[in-house]
């Protein structure tokens, strides 16, 4: 079993749909929770960082973290088609330490 | 440079031949580190310097892979001997002591 699952999808929504996107892990030291984005032949972007449990919010973009359930979920809401993309998870148990990802779930919004 | 620059940006070499990658941090991130990314896969860690020291290194998956970082800057990626399992998109990030990694847009070696 991997430290880290997420759905690869895809998932293809239309254009103002609000999107779930979820990880599960299993490893209850990771206390840095990170969300990132990748565009095709491009490197990660990192879109949402959250320590610990709790909800973050940043626009469009909802991060949160259930540290009971080691399940974490970004939502973005009226999404558009230039949110399509791969979206990893990632996490660690420091704030510099190496990250472990998730496989990525590819979204497309259509317009 | 405002970025993390990553050299060459594709790379396609014959099985057997040996490669270097090359990273160039973020200006005063002391944290650099190399992922590989396979076709539809995740992010494979491969290793991560503090400095010029690699504290942990257990993801390179064969003694065919080195890594080196000079000055707390520049670091390099080796793959000896390559195989046609190594083509994958090499991914190096830096980080501050702040929070997340910057990473490049990689390197996507091909053996053939």
């Known amino acids: 079993q991997k430290e880290v699952e997420q759905d690869p999808g895809p998932l293809s929504v239309p254009e103002g749909a609000i999107v779930s996107l979820n990880c599960t892990y299993s490893?209850?030291?990771?206390?840095?929770f990170m969300w990132y984005r990748q565009y095709s032949r491009k490197g990660p972007e990192l879109l949402m960082y959250?320590?610990?449990?709790g909800n973050k919010e940043d626009g469009r973009f909802t991060a949160q973290v259930d540290k009971s359930s080691k399940y974490i979920s970004l939502f973005i809401r009226d999404s558009q088609p230039s949110d399509s993309a791969t979206y990893l998870c990632?996490?660690?148990?420091?704030?510099?330490?190496?990250?472990?990802f998730g496989q990525g779930t590819t979204l497309q919004v259509k317009p | 440079g405002a970025g993390v620059s990553q050299s060459p940006s594709n790379k396609v070499t014959e099985k057997g031949k040996d490669v270097e990658l090359r990273c160039d941090p973020i200006?005063?991130?002391?944290?650099l580190y190399w992922y590989r990314q396979s076709l539809g896969q995740g992010l494979e860690f491969l290793i991560y310097?503090?400095?010029?020291?690699?504290?942990?290194k257990s993801g390179l998956p064969s003694d065919r892979f080195s890594a080196e970082r000079t000055g707390g800057s520049v670091s390099t990626l080796t793959i000896q001997r390559t195989q046609q399992e190594d083509s994958a998109v090499y991914l190096c990030?830096?980080?501050?002591?702040?929070?997340?990694?910057?990473f490049g847009s990689g390197t996507r070696l091909t053996v053939v």
């Open positions: 990030a830096s980080s501050s002591r702040s929070y997340g990694y910057t």
């Open positions: 490893n209850s030291a990771f206390q840095y």
């Open positions: 959250t320590y610990s449990s």
């Open positions: 990632a996490m660690s148990g420091s704030n510099t330490g190496k990250l472990i």
């Open positions: 200006s005063g991130h002391t944290a």
């Open positions: 310097f503090q400095g010029n020291s690699a504290p942990d």
